[in-house]
């Protein structure tokens, strides 16, 4: 298992749509803090199009990236997201044009997986008490009488299908990021939808009992976030700092064989992010060294 980074340093940084430029001063630095990998993301059209329409710039971001030790582990295509559920067919459509686009994008980053969240139905009202993204469980969450569950996973299952089929066509693999408040919300869902969907080329990152969730998806996890909470709130803590059952975790994944990225995910406001991303990088480091005595 490799040891990541998610790119929450370069929005920390540079504010929350980094430039090319931008995400090169975050590969420098992780670099230098001995990191193995970095994901890039895209959070919007306007992102997506002003930094990742240029397929030899890309090649030079990558070639830099290589030069430095460093692989791209994954491209977050965030501005997917709310497109998957949208009630427009006409952006149903678009999302499967953008992830096309986002194929050759993964391409030229050398990379071969594209992930995005999940998203609850537009239909639903969900307050949340913000935290650094929608990451609180909601306050308020009403369901109109008139939504029909059938309908919109069918739908839901047809789009991500569609998105699926593209990726595998380009050689790339897709992830989706589950949520408990979402139209997948745990491992038994995800598991509905990869047998609906009936392609290896989809896997889910999922947030529950995680070493029950890995024992569920084993052979479906591509990639793995590692970040602590209180066992409550979904917050972004530096590993160690919180709940998460570690031992039992990291066991987990030595017993399916995982031998992919473990990125560090520390998100949210901090006096020095930089800092808790390198305590959450030497404590897994610990673990792991402890684990193979």
């Given at each position: 298992?490799?040891?990541?980074?998610?790119?929450?340093y370069?929005?920390?940084h540079?504010?929350?749509?980094?430039?090319?430029?931008?995400?090169?001063?975050?590969?420098?630095?992780a670099?230098?803090?001995?990191?193995?990998?970095?994901?890039?993301a895209?959070?919007?059209?306007?992102h997506?199009?002003?930094?990742?329409?240029?397929?030899?710039?890309?090649?030079?971001?990558?070639?830099h990236?290589?030069a430095?030790?460093?692989?791209?582990t994954?491209?977050?295509?965030?501005f997917?997201?709310?497109?998957?559920?949208?009630?427009?067919?006409?952006?149903?459509?678009?999302?499967?044009?953008?992830?096309?686009k986002?194929?050759?994008v993964?391409?030229?980053?050398?990379t071969?997986?594209?992930y995005?969240?999940?998203?609850?139905?537009?239909?639903?009202?969900?307050?949340f008490?913000?935290?650094?993204?929608e990451?609180?469980?909601?306050?308020?969450?009403?369901?109109?009488?008139?939504f029909?569950?059938?309908?919109?996973?069918?739908?839901?299952?047809?789009v991500?299908?569609?998105?699926?089929?593209?990726?595998?066509?380009?050689?790339?693999r897709?992830a989706?990021?589950?949520?408990p408040?979402?139209?997948v919300?745990?491992?038994?869902?995800?598991?509905?939808?990869?047998?609906a969907?009936?392609?290896?080329?989809?896997?889910?990152?999922?947030k529950?009992?995680?070493?029950v969730a890995?024992?569920k998806?084993?052979?479906?996890i591509?990639?793995v976030?590692?970040?602590?909470?209180?066992?409550?709130?979904d917050?972004?803590?530096a590993?160690?700092?919180?709940?998460?059952p570690?031992d039992?975790?990291?066991g987990a994944?030595?017993?399916?064989?995982?031998?992919?990225?473990?990125?560090?995910?520390?998100?949210?406001?901090?006096?020095?992010?930089?800092?808790?991303?390198?305590?959450?990088?030497?404590?897994?480091l610990?673990?792991?060294a402890?684990?193979?005595?």
């Amino acid at each position: 298992m490799r040891l990541g980074v998610i790119v929450a340093y370069a929005r920390v940084h540079f504010g929350d749509e980094p430039t090319l430029e931008q995400y090169g001063a975050f590969a420098d630095w992780a670099a230098q803090m001995q990191f193995a990998g970095i994901e890039l993301a895209a959070f919007s059209l306007d992102h997506f199009a002003r930094d990742f329409s240029d397929s030899q710039r890309l090649q030079r971001f990558r070639d830099h990236c290589q030069a430095k030790g460093l692989a791209i582990t994954a491209f977050e295509a965030g501005f997917l997201r709310h497109m998957t559920v949208h009630q427009d067919p006409a952006v149903r459509a678009q999302a499967v044009t953008e992830v096309r686009k986002s194929v050759q994008v993964a391409r030229s980053l050398g990379t071969d997986l594209i992930y995005l969240h999940s998203a609850p139905h537009p239909s639903w009202t969900i307050e949340f008490r913000r935290l650094y993204d929608e990451f609180s469980p909601p306050t308020r969450v009403e369901v109109p009488v008139e939504f029909s569950w059938d309908a919109a996973w069918a739908e839901y299952v047809g789009v991500i299908r569609d998105l699926v089929r593209e990726a595998e066509a380009g050689g790339v693999r897709l992830a989706l990021e589950v949520r408990p408040y979402e139209m997948v919300s745990n491992a038994d869902g995800g598991r509905r939808l990869a047998d609906a969907v009936g392609s290896p080329a989809l896997f889910l990152v999922q947030k529950e009992l995680l070493p029950v969730a890995i024992e569920k998806l084993r052979d479906r996890i591509f990639l793995v976030h590692l970040a602590d909470n209180d066992g409550i709130t979904d917050y972004h803590w530096a590993p160690g700092k919180g709940a998460v059952p570690w031992d039992g975790t990291l066991g987990a994944l030595r017993k399916i064989g995982y031998a992919g990225f473990a990125n560090i995910d520390v998100a949210g406001t901090y006096q020095d992010i930089d800092a808790e991303i390198r305590a959450g990088r030497d404590f897994i480091l610990a673990r792991l060294a402890g684990a193979s005595r």
